[in-house]
């Protein structure tokens, strides 16, 4: 423990076990180990429990709509940035894994296919030749 404080590493996201690696834990923030019961017991400003089911509080739906309509608000950047990501390349055409690489760097939700390139059949293109995940390109069709 008096190692990882040291070293400028916040202990509780490393496992100190003995034996136990010095990697970051994922999820540890958001603890989902467990039953679900216990971890939507943790956030009760988020869920609330029926009888037989379990609801999203006022809280937790305004945030969601919220989101969403940010997301549509921000739908015409991201058809914009995406169309200058094509223009840079060669052949105006990436490779999706490439794509999911920057992303996030350029602000791009996690379905941007969906969300994004799906919704606007006459800006682009999906094709994948060769049928392996790994050769879907997505492609600027003006």
Request: glycine content about 4%; proline content about 4%; aromatic content about 10%.
């Amino acid at each position: 423990m008096k190692k990882v404080k040291e070293m400028g590493l916040t202990p509780y996201l490393y496992n100190l076990e003995p034996g136990g690696s010095n990697r970051p834990k994922k999820f540890k923030t958001l603890d989902l180990q467990g039953k679900a019961f216990n971890w939507i017991s943790k956030y009760p400003s988020y869920f609330q429990f029926q009888k037989d089911h379990v609801l999203l509080t006022k809280r937790m739906i305004e945030l969601v709509h919220e989101e969403q309509s940010l997301k549509d608000s921000l739908e015409s950047v991201f058809v914009q940035r995406l169309a200058k990501l094509f223009m840079l390349s060669l052949n105006n055409c990436l490779n999706a894994m490439k794509i999911n690489e920057i992303k996030n760097s350029l602000g791009f939700p996690d379905d941007y296919l969906i969300q994004i390139v799906a919704k606007y059949p006459d800006l682009f293109r999906i094709r994948n030749e060769s049928g392996r995940r790994s050769s879907t390109v997505v492609e600027l069709m003006k």
